[in-house]
């Protein structure tokens, strides 16, 4: 990104986030969605799938309900109460025709103002590669987007090099903690020597870096599609 970003939008009532993972919202623009929603927006979460690959050492079977349960915690902390998981592979996600067209499916039934997808590009920062399934996933979302005749106005990607940043206040950033912290068992396993809330209120700074000209902390998002 060059140049100084746009505000976000504000001229919308619904949004629908589209993930690979429980805990990509937590990870990214959950603060942006506590913001929303105590402006009366409507916020729907769908799911590509139950992360049942997350949690080392757990089998599938298991882990995958344990993190539905935790994302639905997660979710309501910031006000979402729709919330949607596919059955999807974790750490297989691809861009298949089978996945295109749930995407598909999906912003047809919502029908929302904007849609806002996982970071697709190569790089979360210098050295710090992205997922394969958020880049395939986020790849799926744009092709879909791309073959709607009548698609909602505008497609963000949530992530670094943002063209687009949504100002955040301290209560908004402290849901965002809490609602990081619901992910008590992922996060515990994924590193045992840390307490959770300190992992998620580190994860929240890092997610919602200051700018002085939007007032305090923000949120990031690249502007991909507008209609």
């Known amino acids: 990104m060059t140049g100084v970003p ?28 506590a913001k929303w929603t105590a402006e009366g927006k409507t916020i729907h979460y769908v ?16 882990a995958g309900p344990v993190r539905e349960q935790e994302q639905l915690r997660s979710a ?13 592979p974790d750490s297989e996600i691809r861009n298949t025709a089978e996945l295109r067209a749930k995407v598909v499916d999906a912003i047809t039934e919502f029908d929302p103002d904007l849609v806002i997808s996982i970071y697709g590009g190569p790089e979360w920062a210098p050295g710090a590669p992205n997922q394969r399934d958020h880049i395939e996933f986020a790849t799926a979302v744009l092709d879909a987007y791309d073959s709607l005749p009548d698609p909602p106005r505008w497609l963000f990607q949530n992530g670094p090099g943002g063209t687009h940043v949504e100002a955040v206040d301290d209560g908004c950033f402290e849901r965002a903690v809490a609602s990081l912290s ?39 998002f690249v502007l991909m599609r507008n209609h």
Do not use: N
């Open 76 to 88: 309501a902390i910031v006000g979402v109460d729709d919330v949607r998981f596919w059955d999807f």
């Open 47 to 62: 799911f590509a799938s139950r992360g049942e690959a997350g949690i080392a050492g757990m089998a599938p079977e298991q």
């Open 182 to 220: 619901e992910h008590q068992v992922y996060l515990s396993v994924l590193d045992p020597d840390t307490p959770v809330a300190a992992q998620a209120r580190k994860q929240v700074e890092m997610s919602t870096p200051p700018r002085g000209e939007f007032g305090g902390r923000t949120v990031e």
């Open 6 to 33: 746009e505000a976000f939008p504000t001229d919308w009532r619904t949004a629908l986030v589209m993930v690979p993972h429980p805990d990509d919202p937590e990870y990214g623009c959950a603060a942006a969605v």
